[in-house]
């Protein structure tokens, strides 16, 4: 059974740091995509970043690019999204999911209904 645990969030100051991880289990393959995403009080949920299980390539949404990434460990146990450069409007529950992909289409990749399994979330809340 696929199971994602998210860890790591919590208060920042803005312009700093935090680095979530996504525990992961039950996967019997590597043709999966793990994406973050995010959703803010009154706000539709937004695509953060994806990696690809089965060759490390990466999709990363624009309103975040050159201050966050996502990494995958070697053991493909644990995924990772750094975040740099903190701003206000960061601040929302992250949560981790995993979609099924033999192929991952970057025009796609970055919508929730492309996932079929979701962790339970963690909070960033980035203070001024």
């Known amino acids: 059974q696929v199971q994602l645990v998210e860890s790591g969030g919590g208060l920042v100051q803005s312009g700093g740091s935090l680095r979530l991880s996504c525990e992961l289990s039950?996967?019997?393959?590597?043709?999966?995509?793990i994406g973050w995403f995010r959703q803010a009080p009154g706000k539709k949920r937004e695509g953060v970043s994806v990696?690809?299980?089965?060759?490390?390539?990466?999709v990363t949404a624009d309103s975040v690019k050159g201050r966050f990434t996502i990494s995958i460990n070697s053991a493909k146990t644990t995924v990772y999204l750094q975040m740099n450069s903190l701003k206000s409007e960061d601040t929302a529950i992250y949560y981790c999911a995993a979609g099924n992909k033999h192929h991952v289409d970057p025009n796609l990749i970055l919508y929730d209904l492309e996932y079929d399994y979701w962790g339970q979330g963690t909070q960033v809340t980035v203070s001024l």
């Open positions: 039950g996967f019997t393959s590597n043709y999966w995509a």
């Open positions: 990696i690809s299980m089965a060759d490390g390539y990466t």
